[in-house]
């Protein structure tokens, strides 16, 4: 992928080192404090008028925002997509940045296979264990706290998408997510596993195994701060080799029955991602291996230099990941 201005180019070293993986500058701060459903942004008015409808879901006390759109038949299921930290779920349906266009690509190339596409917006409420105010980011790490996100994500698989789904629609639930939105999907799918029918993340790791510090740092953009470590380790997540360990004392409880059917995964992924280290990656793949999660070989790119552009959603995933998705078909 090609980032054509300078100023671009700042924004995704600047999401590097914040572990953001932002979406190119149209992520949006969703309102503190209100109880009402938020006004459309100008980049969910662009979605809508392309045909995307909008879903507010109250939930923990927050108005969650949904964009979706399906074909007549949902002949292929749902696909339910979360994006990266510092970013919003309009950068699936409208692409004001080349640095998104991929991710617009993809739900394009979905809807034209049949697939419904749901697209999820994080909170910007999430906080670390101290307390500190992390930003525009998913709940992805275990905490003592009640979670953000896992009772939205609940009510959307249980009745959001059911009730929009016509009679003769396929049932299959599909979750993805890129970075930030990669390890949520991972929460999701094992903590409602009976609801998920596979799950691809994408440069993400091991939600159960790191922890985020949201202390501000000079540089850090208004709506994500601090970054990602480690359990066992302690190294940042952007360093080489940052989640390599004998074994694995400090990883949190997993979520969901060790007894219940586990849906199967697949991992997509640049061997030279700059942000999230191919080692985190390795270590979720062995984390959910060692739970009795089924996998389909990982799709790993590999070429050039360690860099943040290895991080973002390439176009080389999309086919894959949905063909991926098709093959799991009931």
């Known amino acids: 992928m090609t980032i054509n201005t300078w100023f671009a180019k700042l924004q995704w070293l600047v999401c590097g080192l914040l572990l953001c993986a932002c979406g190119g500058g149209s992520g949006t701060v969703a309102p503190t404090g209100r109880s009402e459903a938020p006004e459309p942004t100008p980049q969910e008015l662009q979605c809508q008028s392309q045909g995307w409808a909008r879903e507010v879901v109250t939930s923990t006390g927050l108005q969650r925002l949904v964009l979706w759109k399906a074909p007549a038949a949902w002949s292929r299921g749902a696909i339910v997509i979360m994006h990266g930290g510092g970013g919003s779920h309009t950068n699936f349906c409208v692409a004001n940045v080349d640095s ?96 998920v029918t596979a799950f691809a993340p994408v440069s993400s790791g091991d939600p159960y195994g790191w922890f985020r510090d949201c202390t501000r740092r000079p540089g850090d953009r208004i709506n994500v701060a601090g970054v990602g470590f480690d359990n066992e380790t302690r190294r940042q997540i952007v360093e080489p080799g940052a989640c390599e360990a004998v074994s694995y004392p400090n990883e949190k409880a997993w979520d969901g029955a060790p007894s219940a059917p586990k849906p199967v995964f697949r991992q997509f992924h640049h061997l030279q ?58």
């Not at 906080?127 to 998913?138: F, L």
């Not at 698989?157 to 639930?173: D, M």
């Not at 999309?318 to 098709?326: N, Q």
Request: glycine content about 8%; proline content about 5%; overall charge neutral.
């Open 273 to 330: 991602d700059g942000i999230n280290d191919r080692s985190c990656v390795a270590k979720v793949r062995a984390q959910l291996l060692a739970r009795g999660y089924p996998q389909e070989p990982p799709f790993m790119l590999d070429g050039g230099s360690r860099s943040v552009d290895a991080h973002s959603w390439l176009d080389e995933y999309s086919a894959p990941l949905l063909a991926f998705f098709s093959s799991r078909l009931r």
């Open 100 to 195: 998104i266009a991929a991710q617009v690509r993809f739900t394009e190339m979905a809807l034209a296979q049949g697939f419904a596409v749901f697209l999820l917006d994080s909170s910007d409420q999430v906080s670390d264990n101290e307390g500190r105010i992390c930003g525009k980011v998913w709940d992805d790490e275990v905490r003592a706290r009640t979670n953000l996100d896992l009772p939205f994500i609940e009510d959307l698989l249980r009745r959001v998408i059911p009730a929009k789904r016509p009679l003769a629609g396929r049932s299959e639930v599909f979750v993805t997510g890129h970075s930030s939105g990669g390890y949520m999907a991972v929460r999701a799918a094992s903590r409602f596993p009976e609801l």
